[in-house]
C-alpha cells in the first residue's frame, strides 16, 4: 500500500459513478508526492478527511490485483475477492451463508500475539436462533437480538450487551407544499402530538434517545441546546385553534416502509394521539421503491408525511441538512420539498468551512437546525441506539457509530 | 396412444404453460408500483445514476419490446441477473436450489419411511394402542405450525441437549479443515462421492432437525391418507383369498395391499414435494439454510422482480415435471388408470 494504490482506488471509485463514488465529487485531482504522501486538489473546500474516513466508498486495494482481473474486476469483487489493504483477507465466501476472512500476515500494522487469525460470519436470520447461539457460545458476536430479550442477556455472566448512540435517526418529513401542512403551525401541532417519551420507554425498551433535530446525537453539530418539541396535546390544541383548525377536522397521510415494525408502530401510536385532536392519520406501509416514487411525485399530489430513517455516508452534519432539507429543483431525497434561502446560505457555508474551521462550521449547522425546529420542517422522532452482544471473554470491542455493526477483529482478542 | 406421444404431448402444453406464467409474471413486475432503477444503483443514487440504471436495465424502452428482449434471454437459458445483488440469477439458482432440494427429498423420504409404514401398520391394526398413537399423531403432525416446532427441536435438540446443531448446512470446522468439494451441490451426495466423512456425518447431523421439521405435514398427511386406503384395500376379496392361502401377514400388507393403497398417497406427497421448494420458507429461516425459499422471500421483500420470475418459471417447471411424472407412474402401478 502506498500513495500510488491510494491514488489509484479512488480515481477508480470516482471513475466508476456508482453507489457512494459521489463523495468524491469535491475532488479535482489527486498528486502523488512520494511514495507515502498524496495531494487531494478540490473543487471547492470540503472535509477530505471526514470523507477519506467513510464507510462507504473510500477503500484502499492494490492496483496490480484489480489490474490482473482485467475488464472482469467488478464481478470478480462480488463474487467474494479482495485485494485490500487490511489486516484481513478473504478465504471464503459462501453466498448467503458464510464469510471466513484469515489474517494477512504481511499487514503493515504488524500482528501481537492474542489476536485473531481468523472471523467466520454466519448469516442467521432468525434473532431467537442468534441469541442461543451467543448463549451457548457457538457465536461470539451478534446484534439485532430483541430489545426485550437485551436486558435478560446482560444479566448472564458470560455474556455482555453493548448499547451506544448511532448516527441513525427516524425522521417525518412533513409535505411544506400541501395544505393543512404548508401552514406552519399546523406542523408545529403536530410535531407536539407524539409521545416520545413513552415511546422510546415502552415500545424501543429505551434504546432509543429523543432527537434534537436531524443532527443525531455523538455527532458533530448535534447540540442539546436546540429546542425540542414533547408531547403536549393542549400546546397541539392551540397551535391548531391559531391556524384555522380549532378541532381538526382534516386527513394526513404517512408512508412509510413495510415491514419496518418500528415505522408502524410510530405510525399507529401517533395515529391514536392525532385521533384526540380530531386528526385522521392514514398509516401507508410501502416498498421502499414505491415510497420513495411517490415521495418524488408531484408534492401536491404525494404523501403528507414521509418517514424514513437517515445515516450519513461520511461523518458529517451536512449528510443530514443538505440531503433531506435542501432546496431541490428535481426531488431527490427532499421529501418534505422543504426551502429556505437562508438555510441553505448557512449549511453550505458550514460544509465549506467544515474541512477548515471546523467550530464555525458547528456554529452555522446549529444555527441552521434552529429554523428547521422552528419551522417544523419534520417531526425528529428518535436516535436509534445500537447494542451488539458479545461473549464476555472478547476484549478489546468499540462500537464506532461512523461504521455501524462494523466489527474491527484485529482489535479483539480473547 | 403410445407412451412417447404422450410425454411429448404433456411437454408441449408445458411449455404453453411456461409461456403463459411467464407472461403473467412480467406484467404483474411491471405493475406493481416499484422502482428496479432504484434498487439496482442501491441507497442515496443521483439522478444520473438513476437515470443510467435506467437505460442499462431496459426500462426506457416500451413494455412488448422488454417483454420480448425477456424471452429471448429466456430462451437462451439466461434467467436475467438479480437487480439487487448483480449477480446472474443461474448461479444463484445453482447455490440455492441444490441446498433446498436436498433438504426436501431428505423430508421426503422420511414422510415416506415414518409416514407409510405408519399408516399402513395403523390401518391393519385399527383400535390397537399404535393406531390410535399413530393417528393422534397424525393429527398432530398436520396441525403443528411448523416454526414453533422448530423452535421446540432447537430447543431441546440443541441447548438443551446438545445432541444436533441449531443452525446451518455444515458446522464452521468443517467449512475451514474437512471443506466439503462441490460437485452436485447436495452436500450429502458430495461428501459421500469425495469420501470425506467427517463431512457427511456433519452435514446429516445438521440436515435432521430441518428435514425433520419440514417432513411432519407430510408424514402426518402420509399417515392418514395409507391408513384409510389401507383400511378400505383390507376389505377387498383378493386380501381375503390371500389371507386364506396362508400368505405371511407382512407380505399380504406390504406388497399386496400396499401396492393399491400407496397411489394417493404418493399424490399428495409429489404435491407436497413440489410445495416445499418455496414453502420451505420458514424452516429455511428458522434453521438458517440457505435455499430457495430464503432467496425468494429475500426477493420479495425486496422487489427483485428478476429473482421473483425466474424462481416462478423454475417452480412451475418442476410441478409440470412432478405432475407428469406421477400420472406416469400412476398408470405403471394401477392398470385401471389410462394416459390420454
Redesign the interface.
Known sequence: MNAQAVKYSIERTMNM????S?IWDPVEEIIVIDDYTVRFRLKYPAPLDLIAASGYGAWIFSPACVEAQGERASEWF?EGHDCGSGPYTIE?Y?????L?ITRFDDYWGGWKPGQFH?A?F?????P??RQ??I??G?ADVTYDIPRENLATLDARPDVVVYTQPSFQNLLGLLNVRKPPLDNKLVRQAISYAFPYEQFINTVLSGYAVQSYGPVPIGMWGHSNRLFQYTYNLDKARELLAQAGYPNGGFKLVMTHVA?DMDERKVGEVWKAELAKLGIELEVQG?????Q???GKSDPMQAQDIFVMYWWP?YVSPYSFLY?MFHCEE?I??NLGYYCNPEYDRLIDLGNELSGSNRAEAERLFVEAQKILIEDAAAVFFYDIVNSHVLRADIRGYVDNPSYPHVVFFYELSR | MKIWEYILRRLMLALLVLFGVSLVTFIIARV?????A??W??P?P????LA?ARAKLGLDQPLPVQYLRYLGSLLRGDLGVSIK???PIIQ?LR??LPATLELVLVGMAMAVFIGIPLGVLSGARRNSLLDHFSRLLAVAAVSIPTFWLG?LL??LF??ELRWLP????VS?ET??YQ?IRTLTGFYLVDSLITRNWPAFSDALLHIILPAFTLATYAIGLSIRMTRSTIVEVLEEKYIVAARAAGLPERTVLFRLALKNAIVPTLTVLALSFVYSLTGAILVE????W?GLG??VTAAV???DFPVIMAVTLIVTAFYVVINLLLDLVQAALDPRVVLR
Open positions: 459513478g456508482m453507489g457512494a459521489y462480488n471464503s459462501e453466498r448467503g451463508r458464510r471466513v481468523k467466520v454466519e448469516i442467521v436470520e432468525d431467537t436462533v442461543q447461539m448463549e451457548a457457538t415491514g410501502m416498498s421502499w421503491e414505491a420513495w416514487d411517490l455516508d440531503s428535481e431527490l431525497f | 406493481v408500483p416499484s422502482d428496479p432504484a434498487l444503483v442501491g442515496r443521483t439522478l444520473e445514476q443510467a445483488t448483480h449477480q444463484d447455490a440455492y423452535l432447537q430447543i440443541f441447548r441449531i443452525s446451518g448446512r464452521i467449512t475451514l471443506p429461516v428458522i434453521f438458517s440457505p430464503s432467496y421483500l425486496s422487489a
